[in-house]
């Protein structure tokens, strides 16, 4: 009898045909704690069909179609008309369906649904992180128009609309409509004050006619843009849609698609405007402050984004580790490959609780928690995404060389990792923008130090890493060069005392003697001796 030479043992099923909501009992847990209760059982079978949805093989493969054939530009149509036109794989259109029917577009109008949405939101990112980004555009689109009262009341209902119409056709004819956002110029950057896109006032009331680039604009096919621009009174925010109302196609010329690291899916791209219709946003010179809500939300998408990149990291990680056998034991049950696990899910659950109670205060809307958004928002942004790819690094090594291999999906999670710490201001911008609510803004502070406090007495040493901060705080003069720094204390501090009020007692004890008790190293897997590490890793297995 001839020998076999290829028996495939001793390695994990793929994690595949589970619910993604259920099984992440950090993320349902939050869920339950933000939500009213006569809201629960509802947000409950919504959530779980769409865990199911993310966890099945199909929806899995979409994403997988998706990022190997990226989308591509086609500038002229076959006679040599131009179309500027950028055409996707079916499965981009899939995900992206999917993810406006399930309502990631429609938090603003209906109880409950930042925290919904936030959830629903985590859970699609796992599948794939490509299409979050028009999804966030979107839905973040919806404060900024409602600076004014007409352009809101005529465009609201079609973005928060559960119907994707991918058509390329005037807005009015449309059930739904996809928004995107073009602030970045090449000589400014994150210093859109030196912006030099033009805009030039016509005969019509509010209409103007728009010239110049954009050196950064996402989804291109999307139906309309918020854009900036230097209007005579300053620097403006307009609203450009890619069609016109009798039909035909605005300017917006596509120079060429971003051949970037990650989010292949989604198609980055450099515009130029020529004669470009718009509509005023707001009052001429008020632009950043027209826009500032609509990128207040999509930083909280990229706390979101990130949390689901950690989530899916760690599921992945643990679950390996679960049916992997080496050195005569499964490798989840040697004590240093548990630390380490412990140790990720210990970042991924400090994450996504933050994320979840950021958007607690979205529906709660209440002036104390407006004012606390308004500190917490930048820091969680600046804190959670520099955890991100840190920690799917190591969960890729949890993995062995199988976690560098393209068919394990770990390599796009790194890829796509870095991209959400860059979005909406890198991580100075996000150090800088909570120096200014610290020195301009006591109310943030007040309001931080009252959420900080509602755990005082609960452990000793969130008390005294919160006592250590305040010290921090206390001297805010030449504070720019340790900005990073105070944020960071800033995040942990707040993760910290979420854990403490919510969190199982091993998970809280473990993530305050690590981050808060000085007993952590520099790598993860350095986890203090004496907590209940077992514990922690079975409440992150996605499945059991």
């Given at each position: 009898?001839?020998?076999?030479?290829?028996?495939?043992?001793?390695?994990?099923?793929?994690?595949?045909?589970?619910?993604?909501?259920?099984?992440?009992?950090?993320?349902?847990?939050?869920?339950?704690?933000?939500?009213?209760?006569?809201?629960?059982?509802?947000?409950?079978?919504?959530?779980?069909?769409?865990?199911?949805?993310?966890?099945?093989?199909?929806?899995?493969?979409?994403?997988?179609?998706a990022n190997e054939n990226p989308p591509r530009l086609r500038t002229h149509d076959r006679y040599g008309n131009r179309i500027d036109e950028v055409e996707f794989h079916p499965s981009w259109h899939r995900l992206l369906g999917k993810g406006v029917a399930a309502g990631l577009t429609a938090a603003w109008s209906r109880p409950g649904g930042h925290v919904r949405r936030a959830a629903a939101f985590v859970l699609w990112t796992q599948a794939e992180a490509g299409n979050g980004c028009p999804l966030s555009m979107t839905h973040a689109a919806v404060p900024a128009l409602r600076t004014d009262p007409a352009l809101a009341a005529e465009w609201e209902p079609r973005l928060t609309s559960t119907v994707?119409?991918?058509?390329?056709?005037?807005?009015?004819?449309?059930?739904?409509?996809?928004?995107?956002?073009?602030?970045?110029?090449?000589?400014?950057?994150?210093?859109?004050?030196?912006?030099?896109?033009?805009?030039?006032?016509?005969?019509?009331?509010?209409?103007?006619?728009?010239?110049?680039?954009?050196?950064?604009?996402?989804?291109?096919?999307?139906?309309?843009?918020?854009?900036?621009?230097?209007?005579?009174?300053?620097?403006?925010?307009?609203?450009?849609?890619?069609?016109?109302?009798?039909?035909?196609?605005?300017?917006?010329?596509?120079?060429?698609?971003?051949?970037?690291?990650?989010?292949?899916?989604?198609?980055?791209?450099?515009?130029?405007?020529?004669?470009?219709?718009?509509?005023?946003?707001?009052?001429?010179?008020?632009?950043?402050?027209?826009?500032?809500?609509?990128?207040?939300?999509?930083?909280?998408?990229?706390?979101?984004?990130?949390?689901?990149?950690?989530?899916?990291?760690?599921?992945?990680?643990?679950?390996?580790?679960?049916?992997?056998?080496?050195?005569?034991?499964?490798?989840?049950?040697?004590?240093?490959?548990?630390?380490?696990?412990?140790?990720?899910?210990?970042?991924?659950?400090?994450?996504?609780?933050?994320?979840?109670?950021?958007?607690?205060?979205?529906?709660?809307?209440?002036?104390?928690?407006?004012?606390?958004?308004?500190?917490?928002?930048?820091?969680?942004?600046?804190?959670?995404?520099?955890?991100?790819?840190?920690?799917?690094?190591?969960?890729?090594?949890?993995?062995?060389?199988?976690?560098?291999?393209?068919?394990?999906?770990?390599?796009?999670?790194?890829?796509?990792?870095?991209?959400?710490?860059?979005?909406?201001?890198?991580?100075?911008?996000?150090?800088?923008?909570?120096?200014?609510?610290?020195?301009?803004?006591?109310?943030?502070?007040?309001?931080?130090?009252?959420?900080?406090?509602?755990?005082?007495?609960?452990?000793?040493?969130?008390?005294?890493?919160?006592?250590?901060?305040?010290?921090?705080?206390?001297?805010?003069?030449?504070?720019?060069?340790?900005?990073?720094?105070?944020?960071?204390?800033?995040?942990?501090?707040?993760?910290?005392?979420?854990?403490?009020?919510?969190?199982?007692?091993?998970?809280?004890?473990?993530?305050?003697?690590?981050?808060?008790?000085?007993?952590?190293?520099?790598?993860?897997?350095?986890?203090?001796?004496?907590?209940?590490?077992?514990?922690?890793?079975?409440?992150?297995?996605?499945?059991?």
């Amino acid at each position: 009898m001839a020998a076999t030479t290829h028996t495939v043992t001793n390695q994990a099923p793929p994690l595949v045909g589970y619910d993604v909501f259920t099984a992440d009992r950090a993320l349902a847990a939050a869920v339950e704690r933000h939500l009213d209760p006569a809201l629960l059982d509802e947000a409950r079978d919504e959530l779980s069909g769409l865990g199911r949805s993310a966890g099945s093989a199909q929806v899995q493969e979409w994403g997988a179609q998706a990022n190997e054939n990226p989308p591509r530009l086609r500038t002229h149509d076959r006679y040599g008309n131009r179309i500027d036109e950028v055409e996707f794989h079916p499965s981009w259109h899939r995900l992206l369906g999917k993810g406006v029917a399930a309502g990631l577009t429609a938090a603003w109008s209906r109880p409950g649904g930042h925290v919904r949405r936030a959830a629903a939101f985590v859970l699609w990112t796992q599948a794939e992180a490509g299409n979050g980004c028009p999804l966030s555009m979107t839905h973040a689109a919806v404060p900024a128009l409602r600076t004014d009262p007409a352009l809101a009341a005529e465009w609201e209902p079609r973005l928060t609309s559960t119907v994707y119409d991918r058509a390329l056709r005037p807005a009015a004819e449309k059930a739904g409509v996809i928004f995107g956002m073009g602030m970045t110029e090449k000589q400014g950057g994150s210093d859109v004050r030196a912006n030099t896109t033009t805009a030039r006032p016509l005969a019509e009331d509010g209409a103007y006619e728009l010239t110049g680039h954009k050196w950064f604009c996402s989804a291109p096919m999307s139906d309309a843009f918020l854009v900036l621009a230097q209007a005579p009174g300053g620097l403006t925010c307009f609203l450009l849609p890619r069609v016109l109302d009798d039909g035909s196609r605005n300017v917006f010329r596509i120079q060429r698609l971003k051949d970037k690291l990650g989010n292949r899916s989604n198609a980055s791209s450099e515009v130029e405007f020529d004669g470009t219709w718009a509509r005023r946003v707001g009052d001429e010179g008020r632009g950043v402050r027209t826009i500032i809500e609509m990128v207040a939300a999509t930083r909280l998408d990229c706390v979101l984004g990130s949390a689901a990149l950690m989530r899916q990291a760690v599921a992945q990680a643990i679950h390996h580790c679960t049916y992997r056998e080496a050195f005569g034991g499964k490798l989840v049950d040697k004590p240093l490959m548990r630390n380490v696990l412990a140790d990720l899910a210990l970042e991924s659950e400090a994450a996504t609780t933050l994320a979840l109670r950021l958007a607690a205060a979205y529906d709660e809307g209440s002036e104390q928690e407006r004012a606390f958004l308004r500190l917490a928002v930048p820091a969680a942004k600046y804190w959670v995404t520099k955890r991100c790819t840190p920690l799917v690094v190591e969960a890729s090594e949890c993995l062995g060389g199988n976690g560098y291999v393209e068919e394990s999906g770990m390599p796009r999670l790194l890829r796509e990792s870095p991209l959400n710490s860059v979005w909406e201001g890198a991580g100075n911008v996000q150090a800088l923008d909570v120096l200014r609510a610290l020195q301009r803004e006591p109310q943030a502070l007040d309001a931080f130090l009252q959420e900080v406090g509602r755990a005082r007495g609960a452990d000793h040493r969130l008390d005294a890493a919160t006592k250590n901060l305040l010290s921090e705080l206390a001297d805010l003069e030449n504070v720019e060069a340790r900005a990073r720094r105070v944020v960071e204390r800033i995040a942990l501090v707040l993760q910290g005392s979420l854990l403490v009020r919510y969190a199982p007692p091993e998970v809280a004890d473990a993530f305050c003697a690590s981050r808060l008790g000085g007993d952590w190293g520099s790598a993860f897997g350095t986890l203090p001796h004496g907590l209940d590490l077992a514990t922690v890793v079975q409440r992150a297995r996605p499945v059991d």
